[in-house]
Every structure is written in C-alpha cells, then in structure tokens.
C-alpha cells in the first residue's frame, strides 16, 4: 500500500501518520521475528556507511546488528576515517559514497550535513541524531509508548527538561503527527524552537492531537500518561553544562514529580543515556514505572522497519 522506497529519514515531518503506522507494523514485525530468532537475508549483498561524528551506543549498535542480520554489511566510518567536509567538499562526498553503497546514517551536529548527504549522494539517508533532531529515536518511543497502552491517539506525554533539545523536538514531531497530547515542560530560555513549534500546531489540527508548552510542572504533569527526560547537557554542549543544570534543575523527574501525574500507571521514559541524579533519580528510573530498557531495545526494531521500508 505504501511506497517509502527510495525515501531518506531526516526530520519526520515529511512522513505521514499513514507513514508512520506502516512503519510501526513493519517494526513490531521484525521484533517478532527477532524474539523467534528467525533469521532473513532482507539485505543481502547491500551495504551502509555510517558516519559519526559523535558518539554512540544504541544507534550504532541498533543499524550495525538490524543491517548485518539480515546479510547486508554495514561501513562504520568516524571522521578520521573519511574526507567529511575536509580536502573533499561535502558534496563531493557524498556523490562518491551514493555510487558504492545502497544507504547512507549520519550521526552528528549539523542537521544541513546530513540534508546535503542525502541530496547529493541519491541513497536513503537516516539522521541517527544532528543537534537538531533524532527521529530514530522518536519512532522508538512511538513504538514503546504503544506497546505499552495499546494506542496512540489522546496519549499525552510530558516532556521534562531542555525542550528545545533534538530529542525533545522529534518526539513533539512524532506525538503530532500521531494525534497525541505532547507538553514541553521546561524554562522559558529553552523552549520549543518557535519554528517546528508552528509546524506542530499545524500538524495536530490535521490529526486531532495537541502540542503546548508551560515552564510549571504541576500544571504540564495532570494526567500524564508519559513522562519522558533526556540529559540536560547534549553532546556538543559540554562548554553549557554548568549554565544548563541551573536552569534545568526545577525539572529533574523524581518520585514527587511521578505523583504528579496522578495515575499510577503513567510510565517513565528516557532516549539514554542517562545521569542518574541529575535529570532522573535512580528510583525513578531503576523503578516499576521506567521503560528505557524496552525503549533501548525498540530503537533496533524501529531501525530495521525503517530500512526495510526505504531500501526493499
Ligand atoms: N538514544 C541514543 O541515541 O543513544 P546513543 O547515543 O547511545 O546512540
Ligand atoms: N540530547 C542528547 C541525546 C543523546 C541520544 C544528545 O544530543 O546528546
């Protein structure tokens, strides 16, 4: 029925709900056939390059395994490794790669990086994360919160903290485009960016979802059914960290802050990594209501759907 063929993943806003329930399906799919240990060659004789200029965990991880199990052979390239925007214009690059490989995930700071890569090199290219954005991630998290509820529509999350942040900013993407009730709750210094903010207002006028922004935890946290945080400092912030914590620490997601909610069954999630004491106590996070395990796990999954969908 749908057609993603050939289609990169930047931002998500180019993806309809439609999109994206096709994506889901494709996702809790693989994870049944990961749980059977069933093994395809979905990708056989393709490759990736991955390209991180950052660090990371899951999102390495997550394309390296859901790539290399189904046959293909994933490329990981650092910086030191390839000529990324040195003695080679970026462009350039990204011609030259889009004739030796079937795809293309870009892990980094500048969201144009990974936009010129996907228009000069003529692949799918994946964003596993820019300061901008982190829609991987936020797939991951529409899987979980679903798997958890059983639906979407009229779920509404809370997101604590640095609400301007890449992850913050695909979640209220993804909650939008899914008809659900996204709130960032955080200083007024880091708000939505005003930008994708608008966006979003639109967005849930088509879906029926709401989007809405309030520095006042008590007010954000009524009837919560998520609450959801990320670290206070991203990666490329280290030189902010001291002027983050003092804005952020009204936010940390502690057991006072679950209460808020008022239901018992609201759920705790984080993208991770996590420092535990700062933006979420240990409890809270090592407790009944965290599901960052299951969304660690989701992020391999939601992966492998999306390359399946953009690449078969
Ligand atoms: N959540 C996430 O993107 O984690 P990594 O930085 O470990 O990839
Ligand atoms: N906001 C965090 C997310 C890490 C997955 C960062 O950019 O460092």
């Not at 059983?150 to 890449?166: A, Q, S, W």
């Amino acid at each position: 029925p749908f057609n993603l063929k050939g289609r990169s993943l930047l931002t998500l806003l180019d993806f309809s709900p439609e999109e994206i329930r096709y994506l889901l399906d494709i996702a809790y799919q693989v994870k049944r056939e990961s749980r059977s240990r069933l093994r395809t060659e979905r990708f056989r004789g393709m490759t990736l390059a991955m390209i991180f200029e950052k660090r990371s965990t899951r999102t390495r991880l997550a394309f390296e395994t859901a790539f290399a199990e189904e046959g293909g052979h994933p490329i990981f390239l650092s910086p030191n490794d390839i000529h990324l925007g040195a003695k080679e214009s970026l462009e350039d690059t990204a011609r030259v790669l889009g004739r030796m490989v079937d795809a293309i995930m870009f892990r980094g700071y500048r969201q144009e990086t990974v936009e010129t890569l996907a228009k000069y090199s003529g692949v799918p290219v994946y964003n596993g994360l820019t300061d901008e954005f982190h829609p991987t991630q936020a797939l991951a998290d529409l899987m979980t919160i679903e798997e958890n509820f059983g639906r979407l529509r009229g779920i509404k999350v809370v997101f604590m903290g640095d609400t301007r942040n890449n992850v913050a900013t695909s979640l209220m993407i993804a909650c939008s485009k899914m008809g659900m009730n996204f709130v960032a709750c955080g200083p007024e210094e880091l708000k939505p960016r005003p930008e994708i903010y608008k966006k979003c207002e639109e967005i849930v006028k088509e879906t029926g979802g709401s989007v809405s922004f309030t520095p006042d935890p008590e007010e954000a946290l009524k009837d919560a059914d998520v609450v959801y945080t990320d670290v206070w400092a991203s990666m490329g912030e280290e030189d902010r960290e001291k002027e983050k914590i003092a804005l952020l620490k009204p936010y940390q997601v502690n057991e006072r802050v679950m209460e808020m909610t008022g239901k018992p069954e609201t759920i705790f999630m984080h993208c991770l990594p996590a420092v535990k004491g700062q933006e979420v106590t240990y409890e809270v996070i090592e407790g009944k209501q965290s599901r960052v395990w299951d969304e660690a796990e989701n992020r391999k999954h939601t992966i492998k759907a999306i390359m399946i969908a953009t690449l078969l």
